[in-house]
């Protein structure tokens, strides 16, 4: 009998260090998750920051764009009405030489009704 109790205390000396080991990974797991799971909030936050970041970044870039829309349309309509305007002395040069081309032409009949 005595080796019956030698050989129980020793399985129940054997499972208490099982039990303790056992404590003592269940505790370290439970830091481990905690641990993990702090990072994991972090990235979290990380990437709300970002995709903030990339939602101001891109509403800022396109009003950029609109405001260089803006300026190119209104260059656009000063180069044409810079354009509008030679046009239109151009063709007054062209009509006054005309009118000198006649008017140099018919110098003889001219000189003719007044002489």
Known sequence: MSTENDLVNNLAARFDTAIAKLSEVSISMDKMLA????R????ERQTEIIHDRIGDFKKEM???LKDLR????????????????????RWMVVGASVVFGFLVA??????KIFS
């Open 106 to 111: 018919q110098m003889q009949v001219f000189s």
């Open 35 to 38: 641990v993990h799971e702090t």
């Open 62 to 64: 396109m009003d950029e």
């Open 70 to 89: 803006n300026e190119n349309k209104m260059a656009h309509q000063e180069v044409g009405e810079r354009l509008s305007r030679l046009e239109k002395w």
């Open 40 to 43: 994991l909030e972090q990235q």
